[in-house]
């Protein structure tokens, strides 16, 4: 039986990717420093104000002139310089102070930083490469990262940096997608941008983008639906960090633990085992084992070995869970140290992941995305003789 499924993406514009991008930008500058710093950074941004907040242990912090130009730069990296919002003439509000000590001894234990339950998934799109993520979110990320290239080559185009997409897919069955019944596009341009050009330039990625296949006469593209997309960005709407955590892991497809991501340093499992989870997630599906896998962890505070582990791979392989559940945990130290060490998360690598998505993304040769790495491949299938 068919069904339809739906996920949307936002652009490294949109307020509160504006906002997650400050605050990844301030941690890569702190583990730019001291590989040992510990950061949470929460920024909010509204018409002309930006304002940082959180904790913060370093044994080389950053001064207030380096905070200031390092969120001066990254919005003008997203492309800001309008009125009402311009990296220039923003005000910035810093309240970063120091780690609470109560936190900070549980973690100078090698403990979790805090409790929490963390989620990882992966599934096999038949017919279709999507780096084992599902289509929907896979495309809506793909459609905004080509359109921002776009704005950035053309800048002449009239196109402003806020954008949001939304991608409706029709499945045969679980895995496997047949069409794509609707698109949404909406994106800022400048005033004297006529209409007309945004669609031109819009239904020109559309088609770049998606696979052909997908498209045909009945799938139904609505871009900037309400007309007029001038006033955009944290002029038009407030940001905050950690607010598109659905839009940052698999798009609605599987569940999410709660926590967000930007601005934390690897000691918070929020973000350092959710990128494990997706790791083991996506080497199981990609080695053969199963073609869709949820895995989900569980912490306390101060505590350094998870609390639970669970796997479901939906029927979708031969091996039984319980075995794959010993060899994770016969084979993979899922301390929060062992996560660090594993996936080198103590580097400066965060910037990169506070847009369109931390999944579904190519690994790096600066040591971007290990998490997507398929490492494990053949040792997992010489494990299950495969």
């Known amino acids: 039986m068919s069904f339809l499924f739906t996920s949307e993406s936002v652009s490294d514009g949109h ?9 990844d930008a301030l941690l890569d500058a702190h583990l730019s420093k001291d590989k040992s710093a510990r950061c949470a950074i929460e920024t909010m941004a509204t018409t002309d104000h930006v304002f940082i907040a ?3 242990s370093s044994q080389s912090p950053l001064s207030s002139q380096t905070i200031e130009e390092t969120v001066r730069n990254t919005i003008k990296n997203i492309g800001y310089n309008q009125t009402g919002f311009s990296w220039q003439t923003v005000k910035i509000k810093n309240y970063l102070h120091r780690q609470s000590p109560d936190i900070a001894l549980g973690v100078d234990k090698q403990g979790a930083g805090d409790q929490g339950i963390m989620f990882g998934y992966a599934q096999k799109e038949e017919g279709f490469a999507t780096e084992q993520m599902p289509i929907s979110i896979f495309l809506a990320h793909k459609l905004l990262k080509n359109l ?10 009239g196109l402003g940096p806020d954008a949001k997409s939304q991608i409706t897919v029709e499945y045969a069955s679980p895995l496997k997608p047949i069409f794509i019944p609707k698109i949404v596009l909406s994106t800022q341009h400048s005033a004297n941008t006529p209409l007309d050009k945004v669609s031109s330039i819009v239904k020109q990625i559309i088609h770049q ?3 052909s296949n997908l ?3 009945q799938t139904e593209v609505l871009i900037n639906p309400t007309g007029r997309f001038v006033i955009g960005g944290p002029d038009g709407d407030t940001g905050l960090t ?5 839009v940052d892991t698999y798009g609605g497809a599987a569940p999410h633990g709660g926590g967000a991501f930007s601005g934390k340093d690897a000691t918070k499992v929020d973000r350092s085992a959710a990128y494990m989870l997706r790791y083991l997630a996506k080497n199981i599906v990609a080695s053969g084992i199963a073609n869709r896998c949820l895995l989900q962890i569980s912490y306390a505070i101060g505590v350094t070995e998870p609390l639970s582990l669970y796997i479901n791979t939906f029927g979708t392989s031969f091996i039984k869970e319980a075995d794959l559940i010993k060899w994770i945990k016969t084979n993979i130290d899922l301390s929060p140290q062992g996560i660090i060490s594993h996936l080198h998360l103590r580097n400066p690598i965060y910037s990169p992941t506070s847009a369109f998505g931390h999944f579904g993304r190519t690994p790096r040769g ?7 790495q398929t490492n494990l491949i053949k040792e997992l299938q010489n ?3 495969l």
Do not use: H, M, Q
């Open 148 to 157: 921002a290239s776009y704005r950035r080559s053309n800048p002449s185009s």
């Open 242 to 246: 950690g607010r598109k955590i659905i």
């Open 215 to 217: 498209l045909s006469e």
């Open 366 to 372: 600066d040591g971007t995305f290990t998490w997507e």
């Open 54 to 56: 959180g904790e913060i």
């Open 383 to 385: 494990a299950f003789k």
């Open 209 to 211: 983008t998606i696979p």
């Open 15 to 23: 307020p509160d990717k504006v906002c997650d991008a400050i605050s």
